[in-house]
């Protein structure tokens, strides 16, 4: 008998692997901050003594979502501006909004009420952009979270930088400072094609390479944006950024509505992965980004809420049933990206965007034992015949029960053990009033 | 001082009225089954001694949903087939599990389970289409809620009827032996166009003629029944029934995601009614409903979830989020059917679509004390500049606290009073569970 840490035995067990595996009767021992077995339950119950054993008899359990792309911070914007077309949208309500508004106090609270929403509804890490990332990492640690942070770069000035370079540099010293940590990771976010010259987008480009440091990038979100760029550049943003060696492997594309049967080709061959984000799209009506043709030509596809102000919640379990239906009804084809493949998308999918493949994503031995229990004994979700089909197209965030990262336990049948969650509610009430005020 | 039953004082209560109010510190008087008076919470308080006082802080109050589309019973068959075709999902595997499952037992414990959801998610209303609608009535009463049985035919024979006028027949029974209830009313169901023939749909339109009855029908659902009926008829479905005189102010239109101009045209002079169900169509890729364009025709929208085989929950709160948001993405437009707007539609417009617009769908004096309370202080709701907003795009069905139906309190603090939830479990179970087996 080997001591470890914790065994957990949920009802089902979907560890999302190549076999779209559903195991019942099974459970996963967990040591430390990973994940050292899973097999049957019985056999693992004779084989190892935890120190804890949770019991899950009506769940299912599947590996941490990953929500990857996120504004965490905005969430303290959400329904503040809504029902308007994308541009007006930003120029006219949240930059202002932002410039406003946004410091280091707001980054706090607004990511600590991100943190708070996403561990009650199973997103285990999730892929930011915004200012004050050194904020944004401090939340994440303090909470136990995964995170990756955006080292953001715009053209013009704000509160968080003065010009490009002064972005980079920020940027890198702040993850720098994380290089030790097994929970934090920064990827470099230029902001937009449209927000981000060629200089710095060139040498964000070289940086990249030199440091294998993934690329955050909103990109082919609007048919605006096309346009604007064919007027401005002489070309379509993809193409741009292929000239200032942007487009390969390390690139996280996000949002991609407006596509070309060209551009799927090379984005297929580059190895870019592409962030879906379904709501904000439909919400923003920005345009359909194609997932069933970007799976035809095996593009790693990820799921982003994108910020509560354009969705309206980091729920990536709403977004999971969203992202599966619109792929049904923009392809015209009901067989379009299943529940499994949404799941997928919305864990190793992810992962592999982040450069995590290795590290999260799924339930295998030797990963981080970041994992997700959905309660299906919900009224809502009876009767049961596949657990997948009713974790996507039936079930609601607030059947997530537990959720543990990196071994450690941050929501236990529904509560935050690491978060002080009247705390940042209180916080959030007076920043939110003060922002009603005006 | 005037004795009453009840004073609710919720933190917002949004009567959906023409000036799509949204009012802070007010309450609702309600007596009996009535809704008495709306006013300012402190004159309410003096004005009247209420036997009850149910305070609301964090809650917004809501007219109760009105589900506009629905095959209760087949809530059993929740995530039985999955993402299939519509008519490879009809032919071979829901039509085949009805024909050897369905029976009065079957629609019993399926319309109970789904009488708890819909009542769990803020549902006071729902328009149903199934076989035994006796027992779907039966159900109903049993559990205080408001319905609209269908009086459903087919040329086929099933477990219901042999044909056409035992269908109708057998319906009208039903109709006649609710004739007294508060809660339940009827309307003819012919299936759709391709499943009744001409026959059976015209003494459906003299019958709905001389008493007054809606009639409702699946309709333009996909390209397929359009080619279909152009082969069959010579004509789109539509034309069709417009000759056979059903095309007019009674007629509840299911779907309609194939209109032509001169068709929204026609709908729009003859005051037929539109439910639109967008979860549904997504899932089975029928196509898409374009809401956009018949609001402006100023067509009546109500919205309905359809089945939870085809959806898969009888969630209304997460259909006007999807309503909302897809409107937004099909029309180009994100000022399309904004929150209000998609509130609107799930009241008012499941209202009027079953002629019941003088008795519920808004909360306005006189009115039936059909009522539904959110509770927004989930941290996802988190802050709230517009109730309705957060209602719309963040609100999980889960916050779903309190139910009134005709005054009657059927939801307490999310807990049903009426239905006994372990119990209509284990008969899904029991049912579930053979229907895996085969």
Request: negative net charge.
């Amino acid at each position: 008998m080997t001591e470890i840490d914790l065994l957990i035995i949920p009802r089902w067990l979907v560890p999302v692997d190549s076999n779209e595996s559903i195991l019942e009767k099974h459970a996963v021992a967990v040591h430390r901050d990973s994940i050292l077995e899973i097999g049957p339950a019985d056999r693992l119950k004779t084989k190892y003594t935890p120190t804890q054993t949770v019991s899950l008899p009506d769940h299912v359990l599947i590996p941490g979502l990953v929500n990857a792309h996120t504004h965490a911070a905005m969430t303290l914007f959400r329904g503040y501006a809504d029902d308007l077309p994308l541009m007006e949208w930003l120029n006219d309500h949240i930059w202002p909004a932002e410039s406003r508004w946004v410091n280091e106090k707001f980054v706090k609270t607004g990511t600590d009420l991100a943190c708070a929403e996403m561990l009650k509804s199973g997103t285990t890490c999730f892929n930011d952009m915004y200012f004050f990332p050194d904020v944004v990492a401090k939340c994440a640690q303090n909470a136990g979270m995964r995170a990756c942070i955006g080292m953001i770069v715009v053209d013009f000035a704000t509160v968080w930088a003065q010009n490009a370079d002064e972005y980079i540099n920020k940027g890198l010293d702040v993850r720098d400072s994380m290089r030790h940590s097994n929970l934090v990771t920064a990827a470099f976010a230029p902001h937009a094609p449209y927000t981000v010259s060629d200089q710095p987008l060139q040498k964000i480009a070289t940086l990249s390479d030199e440091l294998d440091c993934p690329v955050h990038i909103h990109l082919h979100e609007t048919a605006h944006e096309i346009e604007e760029s064919m007027a401005r550049f002489g070309m379509r943003p993809i193409e741009r950024l292929d000239q200032l060696g942007l487009v390969g492997p390390r690139l996280m594309a996000v949002h991609m509505t407006q596509l070309l049967p060209g551009e799927i080709k090379t984005l297929s061959e580059r190895g870019v992965h592409i962030v879906h984000c379904p709501r904000s799209n439909l919400k923003l009506a920005s345009g359909f980004c194609e997932v069933s043709k970007i799976n035809e030509s095996e593009i790693n596809i990820a799921i982003g809420t994108d910020s509560a102000s354009s969705n309206n919640n980091l729920d990536m379990i709403s977004e999971m049933m969203t992202a599966s239906l619109l792929a049904k009804g923009v392809s015209s084809s009901p067989t379009a990206m299943n529940a499994y493949a949404a799941l997928k998308a919305a864990t190793m999918g992810g992962a592999k965007a982040l450069g995590l493949e290795e590290k999260i994503g799924s339930i295998e031995t030797g990963k981080q034992a970041d994992l997700c229990a959905v309660d299906l004994s919900d009224i809502a979700s009876q009767p049961v015949y596949n657990p997948v089909s009713q974790l996507v197209y039936s079930a609601s965030s607030r059947q997530v029960s537990d959720v543990w990262i990196a071994g450690q336990r941050l929501l236990e049948s529904g509560a935050l053990t690491t978060i002080d969650e009247e705390q940042v509610k209180a916080d959030t009430l007076e920043i939110g009033n003060k922002i009603k005020k005006g």
